[in-house]
């Protein structure tokens, strides 16, 4: 029971601090003043240092008020009286502790209190360390955040902490966090470096670890050594799960525009036995309506140029669906006995498609508008950043996938697709216009890879060239899926963007291809007819 | 699937016969009595090849039923080994260093290219190095029954992993600026007049080779065999016909004119680059044969004569209209030319009139 007594000797002071501090705004500054005119060299160190606290702790007008005095310090502007500071401004007399003018009568007899290089350092510290905090421009606070990391004489690390958290650029806020952690870990006391290296191990992260380790290599203290090795184990693992879940993440928003893609081949070729190898086109056409209706907006409505991505949704389905439609109309219902010959009109379709849109809109990336929700995410674990586009693509083709699965086993039109896809006479004979459900599903099928491209507008470059870099990966997942099958086209399209991220870190993205498109040749020879085929005998 | 195809042994000769006369002018008229500029008889010369390979594809899509939409690879096989021949030889005989090396700081050939700078032994190579590629990937695709479509659909996932191959640079094939500046073919300067018109010559005279070949061979009773294996393969393999060897031969076959084809192309072009790997090349070969119309070789050699000698036509002065033109001949063919320009006999028999007003206009 011996801390009782210490903790009666305590109580009371803090208790003091406390009232004082709310009681008299204006008697702590004098005698936080007094010292630098009359201490010693080392009181005045302390004064200076005190006035610095004192200015971070109490923030707006008390770090105003310090960095002004720490200022007139600094450039020997200071003066000292009897009894009180003042600071000279050219050609009037402010008193320090209040900053309210006075007269040169009023103040008596002034002198300049001793200043030398070591002080004019501790001055110049707490002046960065006051810009850093109050300064209203990001590029000034920048500035002080390179002396204060120069010169550390009234810097500490809880005065840090505090500023670390006020601060509002997220940059800055990382850098100033940095700092206060290295100063933690430089601590003199062995038991202060162990809680500052729990403390940097509670965020797991690239900076972190790399700062734990450069500290750590120096560390004789083995306590403290041993406790860094294993924090340093641990933010490796955190990091190494958050690269795994990141890659993940990108894997499956690579594969929702696989799948809207795949999902409309797949219903058409079920249905019709076509391969419509200007989908990847319907795609492009998804995407230039969703920049028409951005560009619509910006021209008509600018207040609600932030939800043009909501507002392409129906925009860039009806497009893509109604030059499907257009096709199938024109040319596709003409051919359906000749499935090679599909190949041929749906090709010269997209080359049509692709020229078309050069000549109109020209071959350079279009821009676009990233609206607060799509920009920014959500640190999850480690580095792993859940991003808010890829989140948006990735909630798109959820939402179709419901929709479409509900269209399908929920409806009458689902009925008859799912009727004509089995058998076409018999359907026809039981008195399903086959003509219309054929033209309906090709719009449905075109209108969904219209969706693919809406939501890869905010990830991927978007130019008259852009179908054919999700063409052969859309038609892999068909392939590898088999026809007409939702299940299979979901888990082909999470497959191939699973296998297309994995490789990609580490064998480069041709390879990553390569792999692909090797893995599926090999999977045909093995199922000729993809993954989900219906049973059968050839 | 089983529209009856008209046989055309009056095309036929007469289409041999042209290519014949072509083989014969040029030299004489070229050579001899310079009425052809060399830049004409190039041009002649690399329609020629792009015939051949026409000729390739219609045997195995026309005939066969297989679609490839990878034909392009073989082509390219075959211009890939040609080049590194020419380069290969400039170096060891006149000590040219090819630009790709100098770009790459390397001073020595990969290994692979020992011995490419002898004739004979680049040619065994453009032969058997195709011919075995379409062997193996034939077998275990034919052996799976890998058909329609999805044949179709991998030859192309091929045709683009060897362009994404071939894109790179450090891969010993010239990367994305592939090959370029032969100065020689068979110790002969590449660019002289006689050399070019010498070219276009034996690439016509291939032309008329294969073309001949592939006539008497689809006649045969190998021929019919692969016309059944095309109208119902099902069937075939009821009767207890084994189905793979005749498709594996005549896929490989192609295969090698394809590449044969390349090998003569490639030295009158005077570059390869991977972009001869893309997939709309290899559609756009498929589009000859349709135009032409399948299943008749005379119609592959017109369809490729046409659209090439268009292309070069239009490149001169409206390069940006070429797929539009392209793309507006796909689309009339498949609606309404389902066997492509042959079919417009029978639509002129159907139609005296029309026939009246063109022979009128010709006429007149």
New interface residues.
């Given amino acids: 029971m011996n801390f009782l007594p210490r903790f009666r000797l305590i109580l009371p002071v803090m208790l003091a601090a406390l009232l004082g501090a709310q009681a008299a705004p204006a008697a702590p500054r004098d005698d936080l003043l007094a010292p630098v005119c009359t201490g010693a060299f080392g009181d005045q160190m302390a004064a200076l240092q005190s006035i610095a606290r004192y200015g971070v702790e109490g923030g707006g007008d008390a770090a105003a008020w310090a960095l002004r005095v720490v200022e007139a310090f600094d450039g020997r502007a200071l003066r000292c009286g009897a009894d009180a500071a003042f600071i000279e401004t050219g050609d009037a007399l402010l008193s320090a502790a209040t900053l309210e003018p006075v007269s040169a009568a009023e103040a008596g007899e002034l002198s300049s209190p001793s200043v030398n290089l070591r002080l004019r350092a501790v001055s110049a510290s707490a002046a960065g360390l006051l810009t850093l905090m109050t300064a209203p421009d990001p590029a000034a606070r920048e500035a002080a955040l390179k002396v204060v990391s120069k010169r550390r004489e009234a810097v500490t690390a809880d005065l840090l902490e505090r500023i670390a958290a006020a601060e509002a650029d997220p940059g800055l806020k990382q850098a100033v966090s940095e700092l206060h952690a290295s100063m933690l870990l430089n601590d003199p006391d062995p038991q202060n470096r162990i809680q500052a290296i729990r403390a940097i191990g509670q965020t797991a992260s690239q900076r972190n670890l790399s700062l734990l380790t450069q500290a750590m290599s120096a560390e004789k203290d083995p306590q403290v050594a041993a406790e860094a090795q294993s924090v340093i184990a641990g933010i490796e693992r955190t990091l190494a799960a958050g690269k795994l879940m990141s890659v993940l993440y990108s894997g499956m928003s690579y594969a929702s525009i696989l799948f809207l893609a795949a999902l409309g081949l797949a219903v058409i070729f079920g249905l019709m036995g076509v391969i419509n190898l200007a989908q990847g086109e319907l795609i492009m056409i998804g995407a230039y309506s969703t920049w028409l209706v951005q560009e619509g907006l910006r021209a008509a409505a600018p207040g609600l140029l932030d939800y043009y991505l909501i507002l392409a949704i129906p925009v860039s389905f009806a497009a893509s669906a109604a030059v499907g439609i257009a096709m199938e109309a024109l040319i596709i219902r003409r051919l359906y006995t000749r499935p090679l010959m599909t190949l041929l009109a749906t090709w010269a379709i997209s080359l049509l498609l692709i020229n078309t849109v050069r000549v109109v809109f020209g071959s350079q990336n279009l821009e676009f508008h990233q609206p607060g929700y799509v920009s920014g995410g959500v640190q999850v674990l480690g580095d792993f950043i859940m991003t808010m586009n890829r989140l948006f693509a990735i909630g798109i083709a959820v939402v179709a996938f419901v929709a479409v699965l509900w269209l399908l086993r929920r409806t009458m039109f689902g009925l008859n697709i799912r009727a004509v896809t089995q058998n076409r006479e018999m359907a026809g004979a039981a008195g399903i216009d086959t003509r219309r459900i054929d033209w309906m599903t090709f719009g449905l099928g075109s209108g969904l890879a219209g969706l693919a491209g809406l939501a890869l507008s905010p990830l991927y470059n978007v130019n008259p060239n852009m179908g054919a870099n999700f063409i052969v990966d859309s038609f892999m997942v068909v392939v590898l899926g088999g026809v007409g099958s939702l299940l299979g086209a979901v888990l082909a399209a999470l497959g191939i963007g699973q296998i297309n991220v994995v490789i990609e870190p580490v064998y480069g993205a041709v390879a990553a291809k390569v792999l692909v498109l090797l893995l599926i040749i090999g999977f045909i020879q093995w199922r000729p007819e993809g993954l989900f085929a219906p049973k059968g005998r050839r | ?1 089983s529209d009856a195809r008209v046989h055309h042994p009056g095309l036929f000769r007469a289409t041999a016969g042209a290519i014949a006369v072509i083989a014969v002018a040029l030299p004489i008229l070229g050579g001899v009595m310079g009425g052809i500029s060399p830049y004409f008889a190039n041009i002649i010369g690399q329609i020629a090849t792009f015939a051949l390979l026409a000729v390739a594809l219609d045997l195995i ?1 026309g005939y066969a039923g297989i ?1 490839s ?1 990878g034909h392009g690879l073989f082509f390219a096989m075959g211009g890939y080994l040609i080049a590194m021949h020419l380069l290969k030889a400039g170096f060891e005989f006149s000590g040219i260093t090819p630009d790709f090396m100098i770009f790459m700081g390397w001073s020595e050939f990969p290994g692979f290219w020992a011995g490419l700078e002898h004739f004979p032994y680049a040619l065994a190579l453009i032969v058997l190095l195709p011919g075995a590629l379409a062997l193996v990937y034939g077998f ?2 034919f ?8 044949f ?3 030859t192309q ?2 045709t ?2 060897a362009m ?2 071939m ?2 640079n450090d891969t010993g094939f010239g990367g994305n600026n592939g090959m370029t500046g032969f100065a020689e073919v068979l110790g002969q300067p590449i660019g002289a007049p006689s050399v070019v018109i010498g070219l276009a010559t034996v690439s016509v005279l291939l032309l008329l080779a294969g073309f001949l070949f592939a006539g008497w061979l689809t006649g045969t009773s190998f021929g019919r065999l692969l016309i059944a294996i095309r109208d119902d393969e ?1 069937r075939l393999r009821f009767l207890g016909y084994e189905t793979l060897w005749p498709k594996l031969a005549i896929w490989s076959l192609s295969a090698v004119l394809a590449a044969l084809a390349g090998a003569l192309y490639v030295p009158q072009v005077g570059i390869i680059n991977p972009r001869l790997l893309s ?2 090349l290899s ?1 756009e070969i ?2 000859w044969v ?1 135009l032409g119309g399948r299943g008749a070789l005379s119609g592959a050699v017109i369809g490729a004569v046409i659209i090439s000698a268009l292309k070069f036509w239009l490149s001169g002065f409206a390069p ?1 209209l070429w ?2 033109i ?3 001949v ?2 009339v ?3 309404v030319l ?1 066997n492509g320009l042959l079919d417009l006999r029978g639509l002129l028999r159907q139609h005296p009139a029309l026939g009246n007003i063109l022979s009128e206009k010709r006429n007149g």
Avoid: E, Q
Avoid at chain 2, 143 to 150: A, E, N, T
């Fill in positions: 699937m899509w679609l939409l275990v695709s052996r799976s029954r890998v058909s329609g479509v999805y179709a659909i991998i996932a091929l683009y992993i994404l191959l894109f790179r099902a997939p709309d559609i498929a589009v349709a940006d797929p539009f392209l793309a507006g796909v689309l063919v498949v609606v389902p």
